[in-house]
C-alpha cells in the first residue's frame, strides 16, 4: 500500500462548483501535512498548510482527520483559475526521517465555463 | 531575491552518459530533496539531505547520485544506470523543522535519446 493515495479524478466542475478533495496516509507517525497546486509542466507551490484544528484561507479549506488519516481540500466557487493538479504532501514525525516530505500523486482538477 | 534554482531547463543526453543536474538556493535552507515527476504522476523521492555532508536515500535512489558540499547546493547525477532517465527533475528545500513546507526550483525536463 503506498503511504499516500489521492484520487487521481480528473475531476471535471462547472465554473462556481463547490468540489473537495481526500489525501489518505498510511503512517500514523505522519504529523505535519500540506496541500500543493502543480501547474501544467510548472513547479509545485504550496497551497496551505494543514493545521489539526482544519484552516481556512479565502474560498479554500483543509481539514485533518486522524482518527480516519485523512486530509481533505475544498475549493468553494470554483473559478476556471483554479483548473490544476493538487498534490498533497506529509512528513513523518519520528526522527531521522522527519526531514523526508511524501507527496501522493495528486488530483486533477478542471474548471469548466 | 531569494529562491531556489534549478539549471538547466531543459536537458538532452544521449543513451549511457551520465549527467549532472544543478540545484542552488539562497534561502539558508539546511535541507534539500531531489523529486523526480513522470507525465501524470505525482513526485517520488530520490535522495535528500538534512544537512552538509549528510544525506540518504528516498524510494528510488538506485541509479542515481548526489553530494551536499555546501550548504546552498545539492547537484543530481543521474548514472547511466538509471533505466528510465527521462523525466521532469524537481529540487526543493525546507528548514530543518518538522512542520516546514519546501519550496521548489522551476524543474529540469531531462530527455534521453
Known amino acids: 500500500r503506498k503511504e499516500v493515495e489521492q484520487d487521481p479524478g480528473p475531476f471535471n466542475v462547472p465554473e462556481g462548483a463547490t468540489v473537495a478533495f481526500n489525501c489518505t496516509y498510511s503512517?500514523?507517525?505522519?504529523?505535519?501535512f500540506f496541500w500543493y497546486r502543480q501547474d501544467c509542466r510548472k513547479e509545485p507551490k504550496l497551497l496551505m498548510s494543514?493545521?489539526?484544528s482544519g484552516n481556512e484561507d479565502g474560498r479554500f479549506t483543509a481539514q485533518l482527520n486522524r482518527a480516519s488519516q485523512y486530509i481533505s481540500l475544498l475549493i468553494r466557487d470554483s473559478k476556471l483559475s483554479d483548473s490544476a493538479t493538487y498534490l498533497c504532501a506529509m512528513r513523518r514525525g519520528a526522527s531521522g526521517s522527519a526531514r523526508q516530505l511524501t507527496f501522493g500523486s495528486g488530483t486533477q482538477l478542471t474548471v469548466l465555463p | 531575491d531569494g529562491g531556489i534554482t534549478q539549471s538547466p531547463k531543459y536537458l538532452f543526453r544521449k543513451e549511457g552518459q551520465n549527467v549532472t543536474l544543478s540545484c542552488e538556493q539562497n534561502l539558508n535552507h539546511d535541507a534539500m530533496y531531489w523529486y523526480r515527476q513522470d507525465p501524470g504522476q505525482g513526485l517520488r523521492l530520490i535522495y535528500y539531505s538534512q544537512i552538509v555532508n549528510d544525506f540518504q536515500k528516498g524510494d528510488i535512489a538506485e541509479g542515481y547520485s548526489v553530494s551536499r558540499e555546501k550548504k546552498e547546493s545539492f547537484p543530481l547525477t543521474v548514472t547511466s544506470a538509471q533505466k528510465n532517465p527521462t523525466a521532469f527533475y524537481l529540487c526543493?528545500?525546507?528548514?530543518?523543522?518538522?512542520?516546514?513546507?519546501?519550496?521548489f526550483g522551476q524543474g529540469t525536463r531531462l530527455t534521453v535519446v
Open positions: 503512517n500514523s507517525a505522519s504529523q505535519s
Open positions: 494543514v493545521y489539526s
Open positions: 526543493a528545500s525546507s528548514i530543518a523543522a518538522t512542520s516546514a513546507e519546501a519550496f
